[in-house]
């Protein structure tokens, strides 16, 4: 939307002497439906939004800039700062990038330790999603209820790593002494997975009879498979308009799990909820199977030597999708570090699914994607006023 198009705007029909009023709806900085700063601007025309801008950048914190001419090892440990809810996708991400750059072979052990830690964050990012989902929905009941299933991941993350947030399992080279699986952590991550399978079918199945909710997000936020390819959708977020698209199947470390690629047809916000239902329900099989093929052997290879390498790059899919990471090694230290998060992709695609809703449908649709906004708030690009 250009600057005339700001605020009000009467349309004259040239074959009818309607008059048309286009109204601008601002939200944000801070919006009660996301904990995070963003700001939206809806062009309305009789509370049917015709156009829609999101603007991020807000809570900037240059995490790239800093992390330049770090020492490798204290710059993967930064990089958990990019996301509270996925950290530990990106320290592992930024270890993978040394690690394939430096040629170093992780330990068997370490690989399936770092399965299930993803996976556990899997299932409490998804988990998270849902109860907002639910709180954005207005539906306070459901929201706690997740938030209580959650608990039990979130325990058990702590368990592993020593935190709630930032475990900071990965280091180049394999995972943390303290995050080695004897017996009792063995067992007590079997029974939470137990638990969480419990509640969550339970929650599912009261989830999907409610024909109150089932009407609200049904058909709302609707966005094609052609939409979501062309806007650069990915993760969940493509995959419920049907495309079957898993970084996970590309990953040599996931090779030696079954699970199934989810997928909806409708990619409206139904299926987006339903994705990371069923997502879950994956992420279990694939912890069982971590646990009960856990190898014998050590955890962190230190054996490795430093030395320079150049441009190294690291995909791997992440709760929202596929995650990037890349930099340069000098001297030990971390030049030209990228980072680039499945947000960044996904909140434009939510700039068009909103687009032909009713004004009180806008905010679900955003969120839909799950969006992180501070994911996407790390990087400043300086250019020159006078070129």
Partial sequence: ???????????????????????EIAMGTVHPAALEPYRVRLFVEDEIVKDAEITIGINHRGIERIMEGLPVEKANSLTEKVCGICSNSHIWNSCMVAEKALDIEVPERANYIRIIMEELERLHSHLLYLAHGNEVLGHETFSMRLFYIRETVMELLRMIGGNRVQYGASVIGGVRPRCELDEMRIQKILEGMDTVEEKLTAFADRFVSDPMIMSRITGVGVLTQKEALELGATGPTLRATGYEQDLRREMSVYDPFEFDIITQDGGDVKSNLLMRVFECFESIKIIRQAIAGLPDGKITNRTWEMHDAPITRSYIEVPRGTLYHSYALEDGRVRGSIIRTPSIANIGAMQHACIGHHITDAQLAIVQCDPCFTCTDRAIKIIRLDE
Avoid: A, F, L, W
């Fill in 1 to 23: 939307m250009d600057e005339d198009n700001k605020g009000n705007r009467n349309v004259s029909s040239e074959n009818s002497k309607q008059t048309v009023i286009e109204t």
